[in-house]
Every structure is written in structure tokens, then in C-alpha cells.
């Protein structure tokens, strides 16, 4: 069998249809793998292995019988912790949910299910999405799979350290503010935030609701771009979800990037990137111009302001839709109190971690009598004002490049005590949150200690074709060029 588990989501799917190995083979070879790994990794908090193996057993049933369910019938897939799903615990990393099990599938996995993907597990994550490193878990702490030392990044965490260590071979993840892409860009996967309304959120456990997206990680931009197409849509159960027709992001990946207009904002390459990042990108810009774009710096100079009211707006929603888990109607209950405030506050102080107090706080903080307006309502004008930044530069360019991180992955425990510190490494990432446009981070070089280094793609909305068909074309020049 070789490393088949080295292999992508159409590679897999090619080698079913020839006969090459079983489904019920690969995901057996996954789960090999996921049990050699995990002591070093712990990208996974739930590994579903008898119904994997049944459902394989299934997959191969209908392919032998003719009605299969597509091409990637059989293929395993690895599922964040805050996306529900009908048949294993959705916890979110949290004491709060331990052991929940829902009694629905969100939408997204009812449409991987129907073209016969196969859940092989929940992947570890940020308590309830908060966070940029995976420390913020309950149960455990994601390790980056290119330096056990190091982070994995976050919130989506597990879901990238699973796919750059081979335990699956893809993985969903959700973005509020970069949660898809920097654990990308730490681990060297291929991560995708949509535009907002691009994909269903029913069934995604709610962190900052006009921010979040579901989103894809996966080790090359092909296979990305075939489970976004699968996953889009409208949703007759999400009222945010956009009438946008049918989603192909493939037929027209392999166009390449000739006279497309690529900006670089100098906004993302100035304070607080590092020199290798920087020089990364840079490189990354000057290869697209050899390719035949036209590359040129622009400004966007509302960005100042896109950090702070990211974490004004995404706490105020998050002390909004984390206020149901109260002990009473969801989540964990504290043993012993005396009266229903008693019962309220031991249930959340000891269910809920540091951060997700702590951004709990901020947000109440905000949205209280006398501050509404000079915080919340103030974020609310910043957002607007980023907006149309974004809508005006897209007027002078097809797609924006930047770094998606300011660095590369850090070491566990750097920066778990400096909250500000943690919330800057978003800096590059939130930009695209707030004004709701897709963003794809993809790997486009090594720092000098081996870690990689990710490149950001960003488009205006619905644009997420023209992303990959750019990020395609970059990923294909350094295969040319390692070949």
C-alpha cells in the first residue's frame, strides 16, 4: 500500500475508481496512521473507527454494485469540533459540552455525507473558536506536526495539523477571524475561508455569527477547491446563506493568472511582519509577475483599524450566542449551589475557560448601558469603513496578496499569558472576516528553521474561482520547479 495516506482527496478518488485499494483499506490505512501520530500530534478528540470502517465497507458495496455516490465514495474526512454531527460528541474543546452528542448533521456534513465522504473523526480546536494557537482546549493542546515544540495555530487547529500530518486527508474547519487560515499557514496546508453566505452555517456552533464561515483545508488547491464545490449553496436553513447559482470552482482552476491585477497592500507588510515572511511574499508577488500578472502595491488605510474592531464585534456577539450555556437549558451544571445565581455563575466559572471568560467579559463590557456606542456601535462604523476600502481597491485589482501570518508558528506557551500578543498574530487575517470576502492561505516557503510560510490570496466577493485558478497557478510553479 505504500503511503497512500501521502496521497489527496482526487488522488484517493482516482485510485477507487481504477481499483487500485478498497475504501475500506484506506481508511484502515488512516487510522493506522492516526494511532501512530497522535502521541506526538493530538490533532484528534474523537476517532470514530468501527462506524469509519462500516460505512467503508458500504462505500465499497456500492461501488462494487454500480450506485456509487461519486467520485470521492469512501474517502475519509476529519470534522472540527464545533460543526455538529449527528453520530459522534461535538464538544467544541469545551468543559461545557463534554459528551454532547447532537441530534442533527450541520448541512455541510449532510452534503459531504450524500457524496459518500466519510467522517473518521473530530478534530481539536480553541474552546468555542477563541483563540490562535489550539492552547485553549479543555482536553488537550494540538502540537504543530513540524515542530512538536510549536503550536499548531488556531482555532481550527487540529483540523490543519491532521491533514499536514497525514491522519486524513482533508478536514473542515470554521473562520471568525483567520481560524482556517493561520493553523494553515503554520502547518503548510491549503486553507479556504469563503465569502460569507458561500456556505451553509446551520449546524456550526455559533462563536460571532455575521463573521464566521466554514471553510476547507486540504494539502493541495484542486482538492480544496473540489470540496468547497460540494459544500456551497444555499440553505433553505440558513437565512444568511446567498442565492448564487451553482459554485464550480474547477473546470476553470488550470487558467492561469496572465494579466490579472494583483495587489499587495502595504498595510500587510509593514510593523509586526517578520523579515522572512515578508520576504517570502514578496517573492511569491514577483513570481505572479513572471507568470504574466500585473502586480503593484495599493492602500487600504482603514486596516489600522480592523484588529480592534474585530475583537469589539466578534466578543459582543460571542457573550450574545454563548449566554444559552447557563447550566440550565445547555451544558455543563455545576454540583452543588444554593439559588438559580449561584447555580448561573458556578456553572459558567467552571465550565468555561480563561479565554472564552475572558471575551465573554469584553463583549458585555461592550454592548452595556453607556458603552454601546462608544465601543460596539463605534466597531460597527470601522467595519462599514473597511468595507469600502476593500470595495474600492477591488475596483483597481482582481486579487489582493499578503502574508497570512505576521510569523511562523510559535512556540507552545509564548504567548498563552500576553492576550494582546496572541490577538496580533490575526492581524492579517481578520481584514477579510469583516468585510465578508473569501480569502485562501496557501504555503509559499520555509523559514530558516524548517516552518512554513504562508502567502494569503484575497478576492472580492464570490470570487473564490479566480482565487483558486491563482492559487493553482503558484502551486503548480513550485512543482515544476521541485520536479
Do not use: W
Not at 462505500?59 to 469512501?74: C, L, M, P, T, Y
Amino acid at each position: 500500500m505504500g503511503d497512500i495516506v501521502k496521497r489527496g482527496v482526487i488522488e484517493h478518488a482516482e485510485a477507487l475508481a481504477r481499483g487500485e485499494y478498497s475504501a475500506e483499506e484506506l481508511v484502515r490505512a488512516y487510522l493506522a496512521r492516526i494511532e501512530e501520530k497522535e502521541a506526538s500530534v493530538d490533532a484528534f478528540l474523537y476517532v470514530d473507527c468501527e462506524r469509519a470502517l462500516d460505512l467503508a465497507r458500504e462505500s465499497d458495496k456500492r461501488r462494487a454494485d454500480g450506485v456509487s455516490r461519486g467520485r470521492f465514495d469512501g474517502i475519509p474526512i476529519a470534522v472540527k469540533d464545533n460543526i455538529c454531527t449527528r453520530s459522534m460528541p461535538t464538544t467544541c474543546a469545551s468543559k461545557m459540552l463534554d459528551g454532547y452528542i447532537p441530534p442533527y448533521d450541520a448541512t455541510v456534513i449532510e452534503r459531504l455525507r450524500a457524496n459518500g465522504f466519510i467522517i473518521i473523526g473530530k478534530t481539536n480546536m480553541d474552546e468555542f473558536g477563541m483563540g490562535s494557537s489550539c492552547e485553549n482546549s479543555a482536553f488537550k493542546i494540538t502540537k504543530n506536526p513540524f515542530d512538536n515544540e510549536r503550536v499548531a495555530g488556531g482555532s481550527s487547529g487540529g483540523s490543519a495539523a491532521a491533514v499536514a500530518a497525514f491522519e486524513a486527508p482533508c478536514a473542515l474547519g470554521s473562520d471568525t477571524g483567520g481560524s482556517v487560515r493561520q493553523p494553515s499557514a503554520f502547518c503548510g496546508t491549503v486553507g479556504m475561508k469563503p465569502t460569507y453566505g458561500r456556505v451553509s452555517r446551520y449546524g456550526l456552533v455559533a462563536f460571532a455569527s455575521s463573521l464566521e464561515q466554514i471553510g476547507v483545508i486540504t494539502s493541495s488547491v484542486a482538492d480544496n477547491a473540489a470540496l468547497l464545490g460540494m459544500m456551497a449553496g444555499q440553505d433553505a436553513k440558513d437565512a444568511t446563506t446567498a442565492s448564487v447559482g451553482a459554485a464550480d470552482f474547477e473546470s476553470d482552476i488550470s487558467g492561469g493568472v496572465s494579466r490579472l491585477r494583483i495587489g499587495f497592500p502595504r498595510e500587510l507588510f509593514g510593523k509586526g511582519i517578520s523579515r522572512e515572511v515578508r520576504e517570502a511574499v514578496l517573492a511569491a508577488a514577483e513570481k505572479y509577475g513572471d507568470m504574466g500578472a500585473e502586480v503593484f502595491e495599493v492602500s487600504l488605510p482603514s486596516l489600522e483599524y480592523a484588529l480592534p474592531a474585530y475583537y469589539v464585534i466578534s466578543s459582543a456577539e460571542a457573550s450574545s450566542n454563548l449566554s444559552r450555556f447557563d447550566g440550565v437549558r445547555y451544558g455543563y451544571r455545576a454540583a452543588e449551589y444554593e439559588n438559580i445565581t449561584e447555580l448561573y455563575l458556578r456553572s459558567r466559572s467552571q465550565g468555561l475557560g480563561d479565554e472564552v471568560k475572558r471575551r465573554i467579559m469584553l463583549g458585555t463590557f461592550a454592548l452595556s448601558a453607556g458603552y454601546y456606542d462608544e465601543y460596539y456601535a463605534r466597531a460597527r462604523r470601522a467595519a462599514a469603513l473597511i468595507k469600502r476600502d476593500f470595495e474600492r481597491v477591488f475596483r483597481e485589482c482582481d486579487l489582493l496578496l499578503s502574508p497570512t501570518t505576521p510569523e511562523t508558528a510559535f512556540k507552545i506557551g509564548e504567548k498563552k499569558n500576553s492576550p494582546t500578543q496572541m490577538y496580533a498574530t490575526d492581524i492579517c487575517s481578520v481584514p477579510a472576516n469583516i468585510a465578508g470576502i473569501p480569502a485562501l492561505s496557501l504555503p509559499c516557503g520555509v523559514s530558516a528553521e524548517g516552518l512554513p510560510i504562508g502567502m494569503q490570496l484575497m478576492g472580492d466577493s464570490f470570487s473564490e474561482a479566480l482565487l483558486y485558478r491563482a492559487a493553482y497557478a503558484f502551486e503548480r510553479l513550485g512543482e515544476a520547479k521541485n520536479g
